[in-house]
Each structure stands twice: as C-alpha cells, then as structure tokens.
T-cell receptor
Framework: GQNIDQPTEMTATEGAIVQINCTYQ??????LFWYQQHAGEAPTFLSY????GLEEKGRFSSFLSRSKGYSYLLLKELQMKDSASYLC????????????FGRGTQLTVWP | SQTIHQWPATLVQPVGSPLSLECTVE??????LYWYRQAAGRGLQLLFY??????ISSEVPQNLSASRPQDRQFILSSKKLLLSDSGFYLC??????????FGPGTRLTVL
C-alpha cells in the first residue's frame, strides 16, 4: 500500500507564491500526480512527475525527489480562482497503474 | 478527443433502495475504468477498477457492485443503499499506464 501525507489547509494572498508539499511511503512507485479540485466538482489533472526534478507548466510547477519520497506543487502569481483542493496521488508500479490519493490540501486565496 | 460522462449528476435515495450509476467514455478504445467515492472531508477511495469487458476488481468490501457490459460503459450498483453510501461518486478512465481523467461525478445523498 501507500501512505501519502499533505497539509490539510493553506492560505495565501493574490499575487503570492505558495508551495504545497506531499510526502509518500510506497511499496512500488511509478509516478506522482497533482490534481486540482474545486468545491463540488471533479478533480482535474495538473501535473505528472516520474523522474526527479522540476516540471514547469505555466504558473504551476511540480517537483519530485524519489529518494526522499517527496513532492511539491508550486503555484505562482496566485489568483482567486486558484482557491481549491489540491490532491497528491502516487501511482503504483503495476500495469494497472492504480492511484493512491492523499486527502488533499484546501488552498484559500485572499484578495 | 476523449470525453467522459456520468449520470445522474445528483441523486437523493432512501435507505434500502437500489442504485444504478452509469459512466460512459467516448473517443478511446479498451480504456481502464475506475469508480471512486469521496465522502465529505475525506480523500478519494477507489471502489472498483476494470481493465476490460466483464473484468472487475473490487478494492473494498461493501454493498456495492460494478459491471462493465460494454468496452466504454461502467456501471455502479447497489441492491440496498446504506446511509454510509452517501458521497460524491467519480468515474475515471485512463489508457494503459497513463493519466487518469475524471468524469463530472454523481452526488448521492441517502436519507
């Protein structure tokens, strides 16, 4: 199985930068995903890391260190619409590729 | 492009009544299909997954069942709903070993 830990809540102001951390313990690893979920809606895919390092996609970046079992999602130039829950998910190493999700970090962006 | 549909969007059912939720995917063949439940304040829990027609694997013991009568159709059922079955039900699809994408979800309230 997998044990995935991320903070429950975070707050930040518009225009700021916020880093959401995720740590995991896994018996098999085949990638780490970040999803964004607005209240009452389905999760939407943000980013994927399978090798160590930083992946940048516009205002969002995601970092992975496999040796430390650690990832973070970095959000720059925060906007009010970034207020949402951010889910960290680890994919196991089988062909099925099932995902194990953390409980999510609720980010609130203030004006 | 691929799209995923779920219905109904919202459902209110009495305890002991049956349940049938449907999920269909368009624009892909032989996808992996998944049913998740998200209870209030909790993370995503994988209920069932399927790698092909008629192939269903269950993750947790419960009074729910799943079926895949066609390649791109996934159905979640129950003969008798419990109060604890309330939650947000999400269907997801992926190609082999790739990112999972979620449908819009069904919000189920059992009274």
């Amino acid at each position: 199985g997998q044990n995935i830990d991320q903070p429950t809540e975070m707050t930040a102001t518009e225009g700021a930068i916020v880093q959401i951390n995720c740590t995991y313990q896994t018996s098999g690893f085949n990638g780490l995903f970040w999803y964004q979920q607005h209240a009452g809606e389905a999760p939407t895919f943000l980013s994927y890391n399978v090798l160590d390092g930083l992946e940048e996609k516009g205002r969002f970046s995601s970092f992975l260190s496999r040796s430390k079992g650690y990832s973070y999602l970095l959000l720059k130039e925060l906007q009010m619409k970034d207020s949402a829950s951010y889910l960290c998910a680890v994919r196991e190493g089988s062909t099925l590729g099932r995902l194990y999700f953390g409980r999510g970090t609720q980010l609130t962006v203030w004006p | 492009s691929q799209t995923i549909h779920q219905w109904p969007a919202t459902l209110v059912q009495p305890v002991g009544s049956p349940l049938s939720l449907e999920c269909t995917v368009e624009g892909t063949s032989n996808p992996n299909l998944y049913w998740y439940r998200q209870a209030a304040g909790r993370g995503l829990q994988l209920l069932f997954y399927s790698v092909g027609i008629g192939q269903i694997s269950s993750e947790v013991p419960q009074n729910l069942s799943a079926s895949r009568p066609q390649d791109r159709q996934f159905i979640l059922s129950s003969k008798k709903l419990l109060l604890s079955d309330s939650g947000f039900y999400l269907c997801a699809w992926s190609e082999r070993g790739h990112t999972q994408y979620f449908g819009p979800g069904t919000r189920l309230t059992v009274l």
